[in-house]
């Protein structure tokens, strides 16, 4: 395993990011607790400065566990637009409505039950797709829902360096997943992608025309 950036510069940044919303906090409590895979705060604020810059009218979320991801989409969304969730787990889906209905961006969700290969593709003209589903997916994915996108479409995929293991050779099914997703990517004329090195690598793939 290779470590994405230095645990020192990685607790510097989180030095600086101080958040005093109580449902933000309450979900990094629960992650931690659980020891549940979320992107955590410095992707989350790169999540809401990337939603303010391109200003979107509908967020896809392949993978959306109790709504981390989504709290940083929906606050920075624009009031007419729209951010679906998917998780295959009732409960994840029950806590993030509550949570939502709690903090008055309710109306900036659309909430789902179920697969979300099998409810991505029932969206049209998405502007950002965020995937952070199971990692043999992740190829499978972005071709399921190449038709889906818009015209000049964000593609953000966490986990895009997979600890470091992308490049150690590991052939497992998860980094293989990762690895295939990436080389496919960055090997397409109408996508020009690039990875950040934060956290655990997040891909941003901008769709040309």
Same mark, same amino acid.
């Given at each position: 395993?290779?470590?994405?950036?230095?645990?020192?510069?990685?607790?510097?940044?989180?030095?600086?990011?101080?958040?005093?919303?109580?449902?933000?906090?309450?979900?990094?409590?629960?992650?931690?607790?659980?020891?549940?895979?979320?992107?955590?705060?410095?992707?989350?604020?790169?999540?809401?400065?990337?939603?303010?810059?391109?200003?979107?009218?509908?967020?896809?979320?392949?993978?959306?566990?109790?709504?981390?991801? &989504?709290?940083?989409? !929906?606050?920075?969304?624009?009031?007419? @637009? %729209? $951010?679906?969730?998917?998780?295959?787990? *009732? #409960?994840?889906?029950?806590?993030?409505?509550?949570?939502?209905?709690?903090?008055?961006?309710?109306?900036?969700?659309?909430?789902?039950?179920?697969?979300?290969?099998?409810?991505?593709?029932?969206?049209?003209?998405?502007?950002?797709?965020?995937?952070?589903?199971?990692?043999?997916?992740?190829?499978?994915?972005?071709?399921?829902?190449?038709?889906?996108?818009?015209?000049? &479409?964000?593609?953000? !995929?966490?986990?895009?360096?997979?600890? @470091? %293991? $992308?490049?150690?050779?590991?052939?497992? *099914? #998860?980094?293989?997943?990762?690895?295939?997703?990436?080389?496919?990517?960055?090997?397409?004329?109408?996508?020009?992608?690039?990875?950040?090195?934060?956290?655990?690598?997040?891909?941003?793939?901008?769709?040309?025309?």
């Amino acid at each position: 395993m290779i470590p994405i950036t230095d645990p020192r510069i990685e607790e510097y940044l989180k030095g600086l990011t101080t958040e005093d919303d109580p449902h933000l906090l309450a979900m990094e409590a629960m992650a931690k607790e659980l020891t549940f895979p979320f992107v955590d705060r410095l992707v989350g604020r790169l999540l809401y400065i990337l939603t303010r810059i391109r200003q979107p009218r509908l967020v896809v979320e392949l993978g959306s566990g109790f709504g981390y991801s &989504a709290w940083w989409f !929906a606050r920075a969304i624009s009031i007419t @637009g %729209k $951010v679906v969730m998917t998780d295959h787990a *009732p #409960e994840n889906i029950d806590y993030a409505r509550r949570m939502f209905q709690e903090n008055g961006l309710f109306d900036r969700l659309e909430f789902r039950v179920g697969d979300a290969l099998e409810i991505g593709p029932q969206y049209r003209d998405i502007d950002i797709l965020f995937i952070d589903i199971d990692k043999h997916q992740y190829r499978q994915a972005i071709e399921t829902m190449l038709p889906c996108l818009a015209k000049n &479409a964000l593609v953000i !995929a966490d986990n895009s360096l997979w600890y @470091g %293991k $992308v490049a150690e050779g590991e052939d497992d *099914p #998860e980094t293989r997943g990762i690895r295939e997703f990436n080389e496919f990517m960055f090997s397409r004329q109408d996508f020009f992608p690039t990875i950040l090195p934060l956290r655990d690598g997040v891909m941003l793939a901008y769709r040309l025309g």
